[in-house]
């Protein structure tokens, strides 16, 4: 049976309605990697059965105690707590997960819909371990294995026709959370309805990006991603380059994580990452650049005295336990000539400067090509090496350009994959810069050119498409139209307005996106006004309802703290007073229009991003956003609505007879310790989040998502009446709050200045200082949180902290 492509298994999907339902799944092995699966499984609200083997050196009485039976698989479980970056989206999830070995435990597999192998990389083992899973298993029930290695078709040898066609290959890469790359592995015998599923499951559900691969070695990502890697340990010593030079080139300004290619490779770990690279030097005899996988003396070096990176230590960095004149500590490079460590060097190339002011990858990439030195070279002969490298893994690794691209974005967190690289330069030009490094580019692209096109991908009304090989035309890219791309509405329709911080969309059915475009998308004049003028445009015009968000790395910093300073450094209180009236009259704006107004966010939601979501009438968080009132760490409080609005939702969670000071306090020490919720399930735990707002696991989907709510609002939506009725407690509260103020000086979790603040944090929840519990507006509750803002501008210490933090990107605590 020939394996079916993505574009096949995409069009059945979108057709089928899925019939499966997974509501458990058993993850067999607890390593690094399976207790990461189990994690994010455990993430989306599904329990997870963890299994591991019993340790071998037991004691025959300690092999009758349980605890000791799932010792491996238990300290898995207890790691997970304290993994950093936090593996689960709440410390409370991993009670869903429970644990066992594969002796006692096997047989619980046995209502597990899904089954997932994660032991060590040997097929002799998992084939003993897919024996036990067939004894087990119930008939129908996914079985995949998570190797990185091991032909998938091996594995299920020997194994039942329903085992057979219920079992593939699932890669995840690590960490499973943040990752968003998900290789699908078929067999012959994989029934065509499992990637099907497997497609649906891990877009929607897993938030994933799914990729098909050809059971070929190392499958895509790694293929590609691990060839990239080594080409330019080798353009190193051709260049003669250092490896902090490489890391700063190699880094944001190709468009690829900051740490660059040496610094990546010590978090990977440079044994995990020689074993993917013998894997492809010893399977892919036909590779025509496999001598770019030959490993350098350095590499060799690193793994002979196991100095691995991250996890033991040292690689290609080593940190010490020295520090600079400014405190930090110092790290050493790996000079990679003598093979010794030496203190870093700094990097200067005048490509690198020409690329500082282009915010765009595109004329980044470009620039480099015009330059001449070691950094562009560095640029040019990769990206020209890599061009011929794909073009001639297809079909051999996929039959589809888009999937490598797909994947080299998902799986190694590169900006775009090779053939958007490619399409920057032009396919013409590409060929020659592979050429010129002596490199074959395939007869296919050669063939393309010829026929006029010079691109692989080009939007047509507003959809993506690619260059497919086999018809030699352009198709729709499959899934492309579940997506809502503003950049590929701005390329082929006009706005609906636009300034020149913020532009609106049309998003189709009547409804407006409102798309931050200042840098960081901070929260400045242009962007307030923005909001304002959408807001009333879509009242004033029909249109059923407003999304505010993007599809930048970040929803928002906050507020512009650079206007705020210039003001606050003049003492222009008078325009200051203005300015942040006009601010909290914009996120006033957003909860009593006339239209629904829904925020649609990601990554970083701090400061007046997060007042402003907090007063739309729901929010679609992506599950990796990060949200807080941040303020306190530039010497503040929320000034845009947000300190009123923790007052307002104190008072509505205040049950009558009930004890309310212990609630407040903890809206209190939410604000007075910055807290940043690092998911968008914690931010429920904080209170930036509530029960109007949803989380949406896959971050590209998060402003469909949000367009979906306004429709779903609108039929039957009645603007909101301004709320009087709003609870504050007064001297009572105040009374209890200046006492947790003081505990968390005498903690030493704050500084004289943090007090200052904490208690003008207090002040306005309390409603200031009233004789006795009262109700009030929450325009009376903004006027006093204006006032407090304002008093903490005029304060020197306060003035410190935004200076710092304008001039060093991190917090002051004076």
Same mark, same amino acid.
């Given at each position: 049976?020939?394996?079916?492509?993505?574009?096949?298994?995409?069009?059945?999907?979108?057709?089928?309605?899925?019939?499966?339902?997974?509501?458990?799944?058993?993850?067999? !092995?607890?390593?690094?990697?399976?207790? !990461?699966?189990?994690?994010?499984?455990?993430?989306?609200?599904?329990?997870?059965?963890?299994?591991?083997?019993?340790?071998?050196?037991?004691?025959?009485?300690?092999?009758?105690?349980?605890?000791?039976?799932?010792?491996?698989?238990?300290?898995?479980?207890?790691?997970?707590?304290k993994s950093k970056p936090a593996a689960l989206y709440r410390k409370s999830f991993a009670d869903r997960i429970k644990v066992g070995n594969f002796d006692d435990n096997m047989k619980d597999i046995a209502d597990c819909d899904w089954i997932i192998e994660v032991v060590i990389e040997r097929l002799d083992i998992k084939q003993q371990v897919f024996e036990k899973v067939e004894k087990y298993r119930k008939e129908g029930a996914l079985i995949t294995s998570n190797t990185s290695s091991i032909p998938i078709h091996l594995m299920a040898e020997g194994r039942s026709d329903d085992f057979k066609k219920n079992f593939c290959g699932t890669h995840f890469f690590n960490p499973p959370r943040y990752l968003k790359l998900f290789e699908i592995i078929p067999t012959p015998d994989t029934d065509p309805s499992v990637v099907d599923f497997l497609t649906h499951y891990s877009d929607v559900y897993l938030g994933k990006t799914p990729v098909l691969c050809k059971d070929t070695p190392a499958f895509i990502a790694n293929r590609v991603g691990v060839y990239a890697m080594s080409k330019i340990y080798q353009l190193t010593e051709e260049l003669d380059m250092t490896i902090e030079e490489v890391d700063r080139v190699t880094g944001k300004p190709m468009g690829r994580p900051r740490t660059g290619v040496f610094r990546l490779g010590d978090l990977v770990g440079h044994d995990t990452s020689a074993k993917v690279v013998e894997v492809i030097r010893t399977r892919c005899e036909d590779d025509e650049q496999k001598s770019a996988f030959t490993a350098p003396s350095y590499t060799k070096f690193l793994e002979e005295n196991k100095f691995y990176g991250d996890k033991s230590g040292q690689g290609f960095y080593k940190k010490t336990n020295d520090r600079d004149d400014k405190g930090k500590r110092i790290v050493l490079a790996l000079d990679l000539k003598k093979l010794e460590y030496r203190p870093k060097e700094r990097v200067k190339f005048a490509s690198l400067d020409a690329t500082k002011q282009i915010e765009n990858l595109s004329g980044r990439i470009k620039s480099f090509f015009k330059h001449d030195d070691k950094a562009a070279l560095l640029v040019q002969k990769s990206l020209g090496a890599l061009f011929a490298y794909v073009s001639n893994r297809i079909p051999e690794i996929s039959d589809h350009l888009y999937s490598i691209d797909d994947a080299l974005r998902a799986g190694f967190a590169w900006e775009v994959g090779p053939f958007q690289y490619w399409d920057m330069l032009g396919a013409k030009a590409g060929i020659e810069a592979a050429e010129k490094e002596g490199q074959t580019v395939a007869q296919w692209v050669h063939d393309m050119v010829a026929a006029g096109h010079d691109t692989f991908y080009k939007l047509e009304? !507003?959809?993506?498409?690619? /260059?497919?090989?086999?018809?030699?035309?352009?198709?729709?890219?499959?899934?492309?139209?579940?997506?809502?791309?503003?950049?590929?509405?701005?390329?082929?329709?006009?706005?609906? /307005?636009?300034?020149?911080?913020?532009?609106?969309?049309?998003?189709?059915?009547?409804?407006?996106?409102?798309?931050?475009?200042?840098?960081?998308?901070?929260?400045?004049?242009?962007?307030?006004?923005?909001?304002?003028?959408?807001?009333?445009?879509?009242?004033?015009?029909?249109?059923?309802?407003?999304?505010?968000?993007?599809?930048?790395?970040?929803?928002?910093?906050?507020a512009n703290l650079m206007m705020i300073a210039m003001m606050a450094y003049q003492q222009e209180f008078d325009e200051l007073n203005f300015a942040v009236n006009a601010f909290q009259q914009t996120t006033m704006r957003c909860r009593y229009s006339s239209i629904p107004v829904v925020a649609a966010t990601q990554g970083y939601v701090f400061g007046g991003g997060c007042e402003t979501i907090m007063h739309c009438d729901a929010a679609v968080c992506a599950t990796e956003s990060y949200i807080g009132l941040v303020e306190v760490g530039v010497g503040l409080i929320p000034g845009g609505g947000g300190t009123k609005e923790f007052a307002l939702r104190a008072s509505d969670g205040f049950v009558q007879g009930d004890v309310q000071i212990p609630s407040l306090i903890e809206k209190f020490k939410t604000l007075a310790m910055a807290s940043v919720a690092t998911s968008a399930h914690e931010a429920f735990k904080?209170?930036?989040?509530?029960?109007?707002?949803?989380?949406?696991?896959?971050?590209?989907?998060?402003? !469909?998502?949000?367009?979906?709510?306004?429709?779903?609002?609108?039929?039957? /939506?009645?603007?909101?009446?301004?709320?009087?009725?709003?609870?504050?407690?007064?001297?009572?509260?105040?009374?209890?709050?200046?006492?947790?103020?003081?505990?968390?000086?005498?903690?030493?979790?704050?500084?004289?200045?943090?007090?200052?603040?904490?208690?003008?944090?207090? /002040?306005?929840?309390?409603?200031?200082?009233?004789?006795?519990?009262q109700k009030v507006s929450e325009q009376y509750l903004l006027d006093i949180e204006r006032e407090a803002f304002l008093s903490l501008c005029g304060e020197q210490k306060t003035l410190e902290r935004i200076q710092h933090m304008l001039q060093t990107n991190k917090p002051l605590r004076n």
């Open positions: 049976m020939e394996t079916p492509t993505l574009e096949a298994h995409s069009k059945t999907t979108s057709n089928k309605k899925m019939s499966r339902k997974i509501k458990k799944v058993a993850v067999l !092995g607890s390593g690094v990697m399976g207790a !990461g699966i189990a994690a994010h499984f455990a993430n989306i609200g599904l329990d997870v059965l963890m299994l591991d083997i019993v340790p071998f050196n037991l004691t025959d009485e300690e092999k009758k105690i349980p605890a000791k039976r799932n010792s491996i698989v238990n300290n898995a479980k207890k790691a997970l707590l009304n !507003g959809v993506n498409h690619y /260059y497919d090989i086999t018809s030699k035309s352009y198709k729709s890219v499959p899934g492309a139209e579940s997506f809502i791309i503003l950049d590929n509405l701005r390329a082929t329709q006009k706005p609906v /307005y636009e300034n020149a911080e913020a532009v609106a969309h049309d998003i189709g059915d009547g409804v407006l996106c409102l798309e931050f475009r200042s840098k960081m998308n901070s929260i400045g004049e242009g962007v307030l006004k923005g909001i304002n003028d959408t807001i009333q445009l879509a009242e004033d015009e029909g249109w059923r309802g407003v999304v505010i968000g993007n599809n930048a790395e970040h929803f928002s910093v906050g904080h209170g930036y989040l509530n029960s109007k707002d949803s989380v949406c696991v896959n971050t590209a989907r998060n402003i !469909g998502e949000a367009k979906r709510k306004v429709l779903e609002l609108t039929p039957n /939506y009645t603007q909101p009446i301004k709320r009087t009725d709003i609870d504050v407690l007064g001297r009572t509260g105040l009374a209890a709050l200046y006492t947790a103020s003081h505990s968390l000086k005498l903690g030493k979790f704050a500084s004289e200045h943090d007090i200052k603040i904490a208690n003008k944090i207090a /002040y306005v929840l309390c409603g200031g200082d009233l004789s006795a519990p």
